[in-house]
């Protein structure tokens, strides 16, 4: 993918050149921080030029626009990402594999702290460019995840390639969620982490012999255990969430709302004060959502394993079939720090549950002996990303599809 500024970059002198590639390398690499810490919202050409100390139409001599100078970013972390997955499928055996690109994540992220290297961007916000520039990026994380596929070998692809699907995405979801809690340890223990996620990936939670059957909660029951919500909120929570996993936080826009629903924009002012109280309250409703499905779970269950597996069962059931899902944390870099942050609060409480029952399983000897800070947030990454297999789960039958992509937490990403 090139910009189109640099097609006569060959023709400058040596010294040019290299002054050149310079500058253009620290635009891309404070673009790079800024779509992290703001999302591509808050990557304004004016935020960069400060950030490179040069003004905004000096910036425009490298990139002509925002949205190329963020498609090369992009660019930029895929390539990064599949030299590591490269690196990674050199290695003997699917376990072998899989350990390798966790092994290489975990000790990328250390380097960022030590200041030593760039973490990745996240490729979510890939989603709010437009279509001549989404589908190339798309097109080459594809080729990525078919590579990571591919780890479990020719015979299993030919076999079971809807269970090489839900293994591949859930391992890649694993490394793109790891630097939102990987920071919470200590530097010198990230081997450690490191290793007790790929016990994890290899044993799954659930012990030999654990039974499969889950109760699914429908919609009606997880909302008649919820607080009284106001209807017409509702609708645009709805629409407004769709939007949001689709097209990020710009998706989301009032005007698209108000359309879908064939209402006034002063209908959505009664509700909403604005749109940034409009995605947060999308996460609110959210988490509500997955508390109601916890606490019915732990109600009703027996052990602490049905518990577990009926609460992760009913989320992905929301996720793949319904039509109002759990929000996408794509939108989460563009709120506001304080909006943030109470999103992250909202979630590690949720963390906090999943942790109570895991050690509760390891006590009562229906669920593995697992880090259970590590596996809560293994967890997360695996429900949160359930939403964008909706269309893999579509082709399958309702519980086939739930029982494939729950079964990478199961009974982990192996064949027995």
């Not at 990026?137 to 809807?162: C, N, P, T």
């Not at 293994?167 to 982490?193: K, S, Y």
């Not at 409703?285 to 069962?313: M, N, P, T």
Request: proline share 3%; aromatic share 8%.
């Amino acid at each position: 993918m090139g910009d189109g500024d640099l097609k006569a970059a060959p023709q400058r002198a040596p010294r040019s050149r290299a002054r050149f590639e310079r500058k253009r390398e620290a635009v891309l690499d404070a673009a790079a921080d800024l779509i992290i810490s703001r999302g591509v919202r808050g990557a304004t050409l004016l935020e960069v030029a400060k950030a490179v100390d040069l003004n905004t139409t000096s910036v425009t001599y490298y990139f002509r626009r925002k949205e190329l100078l963020a498609a090369t970013v992009f660019e930029r972390s895929i390539e990064r990402l599949r030299a590591m997955v490269i690196e990674a499928a050199a290695e003997a055996s699917p376990r072998e594999r899989v350990f390798r690109l966790i092994r290489l994540h975990v000790k990328l992220h250390a380097a960022v702290i030590a200041g030593e290297a760039k973490p990745l961007v996240p490729l979510s916000d890939i989603r709010t460019l437009d279509e001549d520039l989404r589908r190339p990026l798309l097109d080459l994380y594809l080729e990525v995840f078919r590579m990571v596929r591919a780890f479990w070998g020719i015979e299993a692809l030919s076999s079971d390639k809807d269970r090489c699907t839900a293994r591949a995405h859930m391992l890649l979801e694993v490394v793109f969620w790891l630097p939102v809690w990987l920071a919470r340890f200590a530097i010198n223990d990230f081997g450690r982490v490191g290793r007790r996620i790929a016990t994890i990936l290899d044993e799954g939670l659930a012990v030999p012999g654990s039974t499969w059957n889950p109760r699914l909660y429908s919609e009606d029951e997880i909302r008649a255990a919820m607080p009284g919500q106001d209807a017409g909120a509702e609708s645009f929570l709805r629409v407004a969430t769709g939007l949001i996993n689709e097209s990020g936080y710009r998706g989301a826009s009032v005007v698209r709302i108000v359309e879908q629903l064939n209402v006034t924009k002063g209908s959505f002012y009664h509700h909403l004060d604005a749109k940034d109280d409009l995605v947060l309250e999308c996460f609110r409703q959210s988490y509500k959502r997955v508390a109601v499905a916890q606490w019915l779970a732990h109600r009703d269950g027996a052990d602490e394993w049905q518990r577990l597996s009926w609460a992760i069962a009913t989320l992905m059931d929301i996720q793949f079939n319904t039509d109002w899902p759990l929000t996408r944390t794509t939108a989460l870099q563009a709120l506001p720090a304080d909006m943030r942050a109470e999103v992250v609060r909202r979630s590690d409480r949720i963390a906090l549950r999943f942790m109570g029952t895991l050690v509760d399983g390891m006590r009562d000897g229906t669920l593995n002996s697992v880090d259970p800070m590590i596996a809560s947030q293994l967890i997360l990454s695996t429900l949160n990303s359930a939403y964008d297999l909706r269309g893999w789960a579509a082709r399958l039958p309702r519980d086939k599809a739930i029982e494939l992509y729950a079964s990478t937490l199961a009974v982990g990403l192996f064949d027995r």
